[in-house]
């Protein structure tokens, strides 16, 4: 199977997409929501862990923010189709700002029962206005790209500046905790949110891309971004691997118990280990800017997730900071390579007007996947130590790409030349 592109025999302009303001609007705004939610999301870790000592009180972290996520994605997926996309993000980011200035309420009178409870509710509220920004975000971005040819490029920048964020928002993070106090790091998760805020308004509305064909019941339409992806083998089965690797292969949501119990680092190690991976992302995408993926791009996605996998038991069996640092360094490189695979995916092979409701299923697969993988995690270390839970975790994801490469001949098979995409 191909999709023509529109690509000619020009040479790769690695900087194409930077050269569209609105584009450098959305993605500097998203450079600071992507730092104050990895600020937030890494100082709530460290209080709760402090407040409860409980493995599975930070496993419950996740699950608290992906079930109204999951609960609202396809419904999201249908508004963001439905209504402006730059209003939806304007109205949710709005929503998170006003979680993060609850955060520093609630954190400047003091850790007793009342305000652990607090902190959970307020990643449930966060977790809802989470689920309708994704689908608006990710649908808003290829409609300020003046044609399709810049997408690729558009993808990267996004994937890698998003990775830069990442690895900034935890080492800010853990400077916080460690310098200041814990509702001084959530104030300056609200600054940065206020940031990318302004940032939103000021890129310019566009209308909703025309819908192909008769309109859809409200049902109909909740389900056809579903029905869109189980219907595309090669989309499923890129989605379903990254899910699964997701799911069992992450240990960043124990990332506390190794610092302070394993590694013994306290919160400004903390904040390196949890930027390690996000460094290693950011490099691999600033690398695949300049040279995309392209030949044989199946095997090399299945390859770099078994990668992931691997360097997920190794980290789990490390004692030394500095190995660690590098063993999840080396699951950012490789995770990288998947997302931008997914995302090249998605993006191609969905229509203009659908796209708000594929990403609500892809925010299922992956988004949400990353907090029940924290639940899992959590689960798993009560019951099986931390350590033995993240060695199934990596053991389970390798399973998982041993199974998909042999049964998903047209992810394996993948090709990305310029011209198509072929399975």
């Known amino acids: 199977m191909s999709v023509p592109s529109n690509s000619s025999d020009a040479p790769h302009d690695p900087y194409a997409a930077l050269r569209i303001p609105d584009f450098r609007r959305l993605i500097s705004a998203r450079v600071c929501l992507t730092m104050a939610t990895r600020i937030q999301g890494l100082v709530v870790s460290w209080q709760i862990f402090k407040l409860t000592e409980d493995p599975l009180a930070l496993g419950l972290i996740g699950l608290t923010e992906a079930i109204p996520s999951i609960a609202v994605s396809l419904y999201a997926g249908h508004v963001a189709d439905s209504v402006r996309r730059k209003n939806i993000i304007v109205v949710t980011v709005t929503a998170l700002l006003l979680c993060a200035v609850a955060l520093t309420f609630f954190s400047s009178y003091g850790a007793s029962l009342l305000s652990q409870h607090a902190l959970y509710g307020v990643i449930f ?6 689920g309708f920004l994704g689908p608006a975000l990710f649908s808003f971005m290829p409609q300020l790209l003046p044609t399709r040819d810049q997408l690729a490029n558009a993808i990267t920048w996004n994937s890698t500046t998003y990775q830069a964020a990442s690895v900034l928002g935890p080492a800010v993070g853990g400077y916080l905790i460690a310098h200041l106090d814990v509702a001084n790091s959530y104030l300056v998760a609200t600054v940065l949110l206020a940031v990318a805020l302004a940032q939103f308004v000021l890129i310019a509305s566009r209308p ?45 949501a124990l990332l506390p118990i190794f610092a302070v119990d394993i590694l013994k680092v306290g919160a400004a190690g903390l904040g390196h280990l949890e930027a390690a991976p996000a460094v290693g992302s950011v490099l691999m995408a600033t690398f695949l800017t300049y040279y995309p993926l392209r030949r044989h791009a199946g095997r090399k996605l299945l390859w770099a997730v078994a990668g992931f996998g691997a360097a997920t038991i190794c980290f789990a069996l490390s004692t030394t900071m500095w190995l660690s640092l590098f063993l ?27 796209k708000g409701r594929v990403s609500a299923v892809n925010n299922i697969f992956i988004g949400s996947s990353n907090e029940i993988g924290s639940f899992e995690s959590g689960v798993a270390a009560k019951h099986l130590g931390v350590v033995p839970s993240v060695i199934f975790g990596g053991t389970v994801t ?26």
Do not use: C, Y
Request: proline share 3%; hydrophobic share 55%.
């Open 125 to 130: 509220v966060s977790g809802i206005a989470r």
């Open 208 to 252: 909703l891309p025309v819908m192909e064909g008769e309109r859809l019941s409200l049902q109909d339409s909740v389900l056809s971004g579903m029905r869109f992806i189980w219907n595309n083998q090669l989309v499923l089965a890129a989605l379903s691997l990254d899910l699964f690797a997701v799911l069992f292969g992450g240990a960043v």
């Open 398 to 423: 390798m399973l998982v790409v041993a199974f998909t490469a042999l049964r998903a001949d047209k992810l394996r098979n993948l090709d990305m030349t310029p011209d198509r995409v072929s399975a």
């Open 328 to 354: 999840l360094f080396l699951t950012g490189v490789f995770d990288s390579v998947s997302v931008v695979v997914r995302q090249t995916l998605i993006h191609t092979f969905t229509p203009e007007h659908m």
